[in-house]
C-alpha cells in the first residue's frame, strides 16, 4: 500500500493541488503526525489559496515517502470522493 500511496500522491499531484479543498484539517492530522512541525504549520495556514497551501506541502514535507503514506491516508478521509474520482481513472 505504502507504494500505491506515494504513486498516487505523485501521479495526481496537478488534481490535488487544484482541486483539494479541505485543507484545514488534513493540515490539522498532518501536524498531529508530525509530518509538519508548528512552525510550518502556521507558515502554510498563513498562505492566501489552497492552491499555495497544497504546493508548499509538496515542495516541502510530501518529499519523503512516509510522510506520502501518512498523507494519503489523511486525504481518504477529508478528500474521500476526489481521491476515488481520481482513483477510477487510474
Do not use: W
Not at 488534513?26 to 512541525?37: G, M, P, Q, T
Request: net charge neutral.
Amino acid at each position: 500500500m505504502a507504494g500505491r500511496s506515494k504513486d498516487f500522491v505523485d501521479k495526481h499531484r496537478v488534481q490535488l493541488t487544484n482541486r483539494v479543498s479541505n485543507i484545514a484539517p488534513i493540515l490539522d492530522e498532518l501536524l498531529d503526525n508530525e509530518v509538519i512541525d508548528q512552525e510550518t504549520y502556521t507558515r502554510i495556514r498563513a498562505l492566501s489559496t489552497t492552491q499555495d497551501k497544497m504546493r508548499e506541502l509538496y515542495i516541502g514535507p510530501l518529499q519523503a515517502a512516509a510522510c506520502k503514506k501518512i498523507f494519503y491516508d489523511i486525504l481518504l478521509k477529508n478528500e474521500k470522493f476526489l481521491v476515488k474520482e481520481l482513483s477510477e481513472k487510474d
